[in-house]
């Protein structure tokens, strides 16, 4: 089995240097024929990246219900009916188009694979869920820079102390995403990041990240540690995506898949929220 908290690596990818003006089909078509595997941080921006979980139909209500009750985390973007495998993009399979999955099974990561047609069931009910990727581009646009992506790397999400509704056998702490922005512009990502209410909204903490339980921000549950300057910049922490894996190692459904942290589902609906994010630059 592989140690969640402690083991996850990435490979770096030559194609992170090009994400503009990528069309979201043509990037789905390069993970569906494994061409590409990496992150999705700042691919085809202005469109909806969300997070991915498929559980069989015994658990969907559960964790429906579970996505209801928290849904800064698990801001809910589409439902699919048990063993549909096309959501609402023209042309996508969410068995193949993503860059990783994971596979859960009672509860423990088995394995992280490249698709999960080899282990797909006719009674997988899949959530997509809302992701902080989606209002980046928005970020850049009103000039705050990305530090993971400048420096190539998954954005760093830690496990918290922040606790969750409880819906069955789904509970736990909340997932944080964290973005280090410059002093000065810490009131103008809360303004933007606010609009996309369905990509996890405005932070959930500000600063001091001992108050939410994190011990050390240079050593990430999920993704990789990002060089900032704590004299110049605050670390913001966004509700994530993740949170559902996390509750997942309480929850211990005899099967469960997600997304690999990072590595999202990129849809062909642009949003909208990105015409108001211009318009106030």
Not at 61 to 70: G, P, V
Not at 97 to 112: A, C, K, M, T, V
Not at 124 to 152: M, N, R, W, Y
Request: glycine letters at 6%; charged letters at 25%; hydrophobic letters at 35%.
């Amino acid at each position: 089995m592989y140690n969640l908290m402690k083991h996850f690596e990435y490979r770096k990818e030559s194609y992170y240097e090009e994400v503009k003006g990528m069309d979201p089909l043509k990037e789905r078509l390069h993970f569906r024929k494994e061409e590409k595997t990496g992150t999705t941080s700042g691919l085809c921006e202005k469109y909806i990246q969300t997070n991915l979980v498929t559980l069989p139909k015994t658990y969907a209500f559960d964790f429906l219900l579970f996505c209801i009750r928290n849904p800064k985390p698990c801001p809910l973007i589409e439902v699919m009916e048990p063993g549909q495998t096309i959501p609402k993009a023209a042309d996508a399979d969410i068995r193949t188009d993503l860059p990783r999955y994971r596979i859960y099974r009672e509860g423990q990561l088995s394995e992280e694979v490249l698709n999960i047609e080899g282990v797909w069931q006719d009674d997988f009910v899949t959530f997509l869920i809302g992701c902080s990727f989606t209002f980046e581009k928005a970020l850049l646009d009103g000039g705050i820079p990305l530090f993971h992506q400048q420096q190539k790397k998954v954005v760093p999400m830690y496990d918290t102390t922040i606790p969750l509704e409880e819906s069955g056998i789904f509970k736990g702490r909340m997932v944080v995403s964290m973005r280090a922005v410059p002093n000065h512009f810490v009131d103008r990502a809360l303004e933007i990041s606010h609009r996309f209410e369905d990509s996890h909204g405005s932070p959930v903490h500000i600063g001091t990240p001992e108050e939410i339980g994190i011990k050390d921000l240079s050593n990430p549950d999920y993704g990789e540690a990002v060089d900032f300057d704590p004299a110049t910049s605050t670390p913001l922490f966004w509700a994530c995506g993740v949170t559902p894996q996390n509750a997942a190692l309480q929850a211990k459904p005899s099967i469960m898949i997600t997304h690999a942290p990072g590595h999202m589902f990129i849809t062909d609906q642009l949003d909208q929220n990105y015409s108001w994010a211009l318009d106030n630059k």
